[in-house]
Nanobody, 121 residues
Framework: QVLLVESGGGLVQAGGSLRLSCTASGRPSSVAWFRQAPGKERAFVAAINGSFWGDRTNHADSVKGRFTISRDNAKNTVYLQMNSLKPEDTALYYC???????????????WGQGTQVTVSS
């Protein structure tokens, strides 16, 4: 089993920055960030996968160029650096983990409790 704990959410003005952290146990091979705003479906944000051949990442078009996912294997932690935040980025952000690489919430078996990000105008 894999346990995930997110942190780093908060309230920030438009144009500001936040860094989210996801500390994992159980050696997850693939970790992703999803977000869900009230009344909307859960949406993919970014994913990272580590293997013998090295890491690979993917970012949703809505955040590409502003958000960056990274991994610190020594700390078993995945980060989401969020810059140039917009009010439409406001959502509950979830960390997810699984054995396979994917872009759908159904591709992941384990989920954190979520951390709230609120961007004011």
């Amino acid at each position: 089993q894999v346990l995930l704990v997110e942190s780093g959410g908060g309230l920030v003005q438009a144009g500001g920055s936040l860094r989210l952290s996801c500390t994992a146990s159980g050696r997850p091979s693939s970790v992703a960030w999803f977000r869900q705003a009230p009344g909307k479906e859960r949406a993919f944000v970014a994913a990272i996968n580590g293997s013998f051949w090295g890491d690979r990442t993917n970012h949703a078009d809505s955040v590409k160029g502003r958000f960056t996912i990274s991994r610190d294997n020594a700390k078993n932690t995945v980060y989401l650096q969020m810059n140039s935040l917009k009010p439409e980025d406001t959502a509950l952000y979830y960390c997810a983990a699984g054995a396979k690489w994917g872009y759908s919430s159904t591709d992941y078996n384990y989920w954190g409790q979520g951390t709230q990000v609120t961007v004011s105008s």
